[in-house]
Structure formats: C-alpha cells, structure tokens
C-alpha cells in the first residue's frame, strides 16, 4: 500500500493545483454560494420606514419585531424624512406609530394606532401593512385577554391580586415558550427539533453533496488516462495485479476525500453555524464511500476522457434536478414516494449512515476485487 | 532455459500459430521475422503471459506458464512496441515509479546506473523533452528495473536513429554475454537481426524473408 500511496503522491505532485481547486470545490463553492445568496437576500430586503411618535415599550416592541423580519430592512426616521425618502422612492412605504399608541392598546382601543404612507411604485406596501396589523392585533388581543381576566377576577375571586401587567407578562412568557405562530411538531422522545431564524434557500449539505459529486467524477478521471497511456502491458509485470493497482489508488482517492470531507465539516460549523453531530459524520463518511466508489464504476466504462467528462457533467445535473438536494421536489415525492428511496442523496440530507446504493457500488467493486485475486 | 512445446494459437476460426516449438538457452538472443500479421507480436504476447496460447506448454526454468503464471511473470521483461512511460515524468520519476511497483526494490543509484547501462545520461530530463532514441532506451531500462531472466522485445528500435539503434544493440548483447539472459525481439530491420541475433525465427510463409534469412547465414527456424 505504501507504494500506491509514494506512486500516486508523484502523480499528485504534477498537478497538485488542479487536484487542490477539486479537492476544495464542494467547501469553497457552498461557503461562496450561501454567502453570495445572504448578500443577495439582505440587498434584497423590502426598504421600509418606522415613524415612533412615542417612547414606550409597545411602540419599540413593535418596531423590534418588525426589524427582526427576513424579508425587510427598516430605517427608524422622523415622519417629514419618511415622506420625502418615499417620493425618492428610497422607501417602499413608511408607518407611523402615533401618540398614544400603547395606552390605545392597552385600552383594548384599535382605532388610528398606526399612519401610513405610500408611493404608486410601492409594490409591497399591502402585505406589510397586513403584517403590522397582525402584531398591533396580537397586542391588543393580549390586553383584551387581560382586561377580561381582571373582570372575571373581580367578579369570581375578588380576594386575588394578579395585575394587569403580570398577565401580559405571564402571556408573554407562554409565548416565547410555546411560540404558537411557529411551532414545530414532533413525536415525543424523537431527536431535537431545529427551528432557524430567517429563510434559508439553499441546504447546505444537499448543495455540497453536488459539487461533491462533481469534483469526485472529474477527479476520477485518472482511471481513463491511465488506461488511455499505453501502460496497460507494463501492470502485467509489477507486483501488483491491475485490478489491484485501481482499487488500492481507489482507497488512496477515498482518504484524501475524506480528509477534505472532515475539513468541510470543521468549516461549515465556523462559517455557516452547521452543527456537527455523529450522525452527520456517519452520514458523510457513508455518501464519501458512495460517490467515490460509484464515480470509480462509471469511470471504468469510459475510454473517452471527454465523453466521460460530458456523461459526469449531464449527471450532476439530472441529481439537481431530480435529488431535492437544490431544487425542492416536495411535489414529485408526494406523488411518487419511492423516489425518496430510491435517492442516493437523501440518506446525506436525513443524516443517516444506511444508504442502499452503498452496497450496490461496494459490492461491485469488491466483487470485481475478488474475481482478480482467485 | 525457455522451453516452448507445440504452441497454438487462435482468435475464433482464424489460427495465427501453429505447433511452434523451440528453445531459448540463457544468453542467447533470438530474433522474430515475418511479414506483418504473420504472428510476431502474438508470439511475444503469449510468450511475455499478455495471451494464453491454445495449446501447447511453455517452460521458463522448469516452471510452467500454466501453472506457475504469476510466478513466471518475475522473472519476464516485457518492451512493448508502444512506448509506456509516464511523459509527464522526468526520467528519474519514470524509474522511480515502476521500482515502487516493482517485485525487486532498486536504490536510486542502481535505477541511474541501469540507465546509464544504456547511455541515457540525462536523468532529471522530462519525458517529453526527449529525443525517440532516449525514450526506447527508457521503455527499455523500465523493463529491466526486477532484473528478468528473459527479455522480450516488440520491434524495440522501431523509428530511431542509427546511432541510439546500435547503442541499443550493444546493450542487448552485454545483458546476454555478461548477464546470461535469454533475449528475444522481433524487427523488420535484417541488417540489425543478423548482427545481433544467434538464431532466427522466420514465421509465416513468405518466401522473402527466408532467403533474405539464407543471406544472412544464420542459424534460422521457420514456422
């Protein structure tokens, strides 16, 4: 083995940029892909503006929770700033929180809480406002429970003491603890659920299980151009047989691939907050054993550098496509199920070490392994 | 010694040898003539194990090639016509490479000398900035890294000058006068095959070859 390892180093050596850009594609492109998006998405943020004619807690609450949305990017400004910012069409639209907000709601009162201004090029102007209904509806359906639970105290249990403030407190506490708006389901004693904060586009590890596979099937190509070489006679007289030859450089190819794996790991958690759990491991340990194996198998039934390169790259795309590790294809799965068991990516996307196409492509390859050496 | 005995061999309806037999004493170089597709290359394939004859038994030192393959292979040197080495490689990484993969490990000094066994003196050279005379001698010295008793070459100095053509020469008989080792090429070039080779085999049946053979007053053996 330590010969195959020393043979193929000089191999490497020769073209150690072109194998370090393959080796490093899938990080570098899904660090550089979410990046880019999150630029794209910030820059993409509805521009909105927030007028706050009073200093109290409700009217801060309400811009906090409107600044804490994915989809808008809010300027606090005075009212004459807002108006002239939207005749610029700086500002997609602008709210006023009027004086006497907070003691309205607290009133249970809804009537003329918040102003509003448009332009006619204000395309996101209704579902803003709707949405800013919908908080200012929360508060005050919070104070209206409050107010009704006081008058039901006064009237039942005249002796207690809870205060308007420690029901909205307390209603407040059950919210951030149930989240009712957002709650994720799941079955008791199952694994924990991951809720995240804004919108994510891409899966991370569907997005680097592609460029994987590409740079996997291009790096294989050593296969062809080793067979293609003219030295196929002289593998009949060295030690190894050539079938062993492959399959040792095979396990050479599949320990660099995970050296590399294991960094993408280390720098996904750093970059991208990806967590690292041993399923994951397990779960990329196994897709690594696949790809390269399966890569190894389809490599070996081209003779045709750019054909194969062609077949690789028409491959890649139909797993876009058809996977659901880039494109969602909820649709296609609810409709036909079995092609979530029949997806070579999906064991990776539910972190899980089984997958049944590991034993297709291992099998093959030992097989042809055992055939050699009776 | 090599001993073949009644070798056949044939691709579907089509036989390309027939019953050939003959033996090849250590330090002996034998040449291989005929007319193209007469069977030369075959012959060597499945002298060198690459093919399985049809029938017939070959022997190298006793052992059988049908039973003994694998060991047999050891004590093979194959050239083959195609030149196969590594261009990307310099010479040194060319001998280096196959010493690693080789059954007999070489140290550098000893890969430089078999090079320069050969008068090919540019060691750190690239591959492809050699001449087709340096890159035979390499294709050449690649096959003698583990050290073979037997030495098969297909047309070895095809396409190179004369003077890489002799310097080639002069190796084969040093390898067979102060080695031992039993040497077989095949060549469309009579002037090289008659100075160089102790015997000849003539395969096929063309007239042409065998009386140019008669000239050459050497020990001939047609199939």
């Excluded at chain 1, 929360?138 to 009704?148: F, P």
């Excluded at chain 1, 990806?274 to 196994?286: C, K, T, V």
Aim: with cysteine; hydrophobic share 45%; charged share 20%.
């Amino acid at each position: 083995m330590m010969s195959i390892i020393q043979t193929r180093l000089m191999h490497w050596k020769k073209h150690w940029i072109s194998h370090l850009f393959w080796f490093l594609l899938p990080i570098l492109a899904t660090v550089c892909m979410i990046q880019v998006t999150n630029v794209v998405q910030e820059d993409s943020k509805i521009p909105i503006g927030m007028v706050v004619k009073e200093e109290t807690g409700l009217a801060n609450a309400l811009v906090e929770t409107m600044k804490a949305s994915p989809l808008l990017r809010v300027y606090e400004l005075s009212e004459s700033e807002a108006r002239s910012r939207i005749e610029s069409h700086e500002l997609d639209s602008a709210f006023i929180i009027e004086d006497g907000y907070e003691a309205k709601i607290l009133r249970g009162s809804r009537n003329r809480l918040l102003t509003s201004y448009q332009s006619n090029l204000s395309f996101a102007y209704t579902p803003i406002r709707e949405m800013l209904i919908s908080y200012v509806q929360q508060d005050t359906g919070k104070a209206k429970a409050a107010h009704t639970i006081i008058n039901l105290q006064e009237s039942l249990q005249p002796e207690a003491t809870v205060s308007f403030d420690e029901i909205i407190a307390k209603t407040n506490e059950i919210q951030a603890q149930e989240n009712l708006l957002a709650t994720t389901f799941s079955f008791y004693n199952d694994a924990g659920v991951e809720t995240t904060d804004g919108i994510t586009i891409w899966n991370t590890w569907g997005l680097w299980a592609i460029f994987s596979i590409l740079s996997t099937l291009l790096l294989s190509d050593w296969l062809m151009k080793e067979r293609s070489s003219g030295l196929m006679p002289r593998f009949t007289f060295i030690r190894f047989t050539y079938k062993q030859y492959v399959i040792q450089n095979l396990a050479v190819y599949l320990t660099a691939f995970l050296l590399f794996d294991f960094l993408s790991i280390a720098v996904f958690n750093q970059l991208l907050d990806e967590n690292i759990n041993f399923e994951l491991i397990g779960a990329i340990i196994s897709f690594r054993i696949l790809i390269s194996t399966g890569a190894f198998l389809v490599a070996l039934l081209f003779k045709n550098n750019y054909l194969y390169y062609g077949v690789s790259f028409i491959l890649v795309l139909f797993l876009i496509i058809l996977s659901g590790a880039i494109l969602p294809i909820d649709g296609l799965t609810a409709r036909y199920p079995w092609l979530l068991d029949i997806n070579p990516l999906q064991p990776l996307m539910d972190q899980t070490f089984w997958n049944p196409w590991l034993v297709v492509t291992t099998a093959l390859v030992s097989s042809g392994s055992q055939k050699e050496r009776n | 010694m090599l001993n073949v005995q009644s070798i056949t061999k044939s691709y579907g309806k089509k036989q390309i040898l027939n019953q050939i037999s003959f033996s090849v004493q250590p330090g002996e170089i034998i040449g291989l003539v005929g007319e193209n597709g007469a069977g030369k290359s075959t012959l060597l394939n499945v002298l060198a194990t690459l093919a399985n004859p049809t029938s017939g038994n070959i022997f190298l030192y006793e052992k059988s090639y049908r039973d003994t393959r694998k060991e047999v292979r050891k004590q093979i040197g194959y050239v083959p016509q195609d030149i196969a080495i590594w261009e990307e490689f310099s010479v040194e990484e060319n001998m280096v490479f196959f010493e690693k993969l080789s059954w007999k490990s070489k140290t550098k000094q000893e890969l430089r000398q078999l090079c320069l066994d050969m008068e090919l003196d540019k060691w750190k050279e690239p591959v492809k900035t050699l001449s087709g005379g340096m890159k035979r001698k390499l294709n050449m010295a690649i096959s003698l890294i583990h050290n073979p008793d037997l030495l098969l070459l297909d047309e070895p100095t095809v396409g190179i000058d004369l003077k890489s053509k002799k310097e080639i020469g002069n190796h084969l008989k040093n390898l067979a006068i102060k080695e031992n080792k039993m040497i077989m090429y095949t060549s469309h070039d009579m002037d090289e095959i008659s100075t160089l080779c102790d015997r000849i085999i003539c395969i096929g049946e063309d007239p042409f070859y065998k009386n140019l053979l008669v000239e050459a007053n050497k020990q001939i053996v047609t199939f």
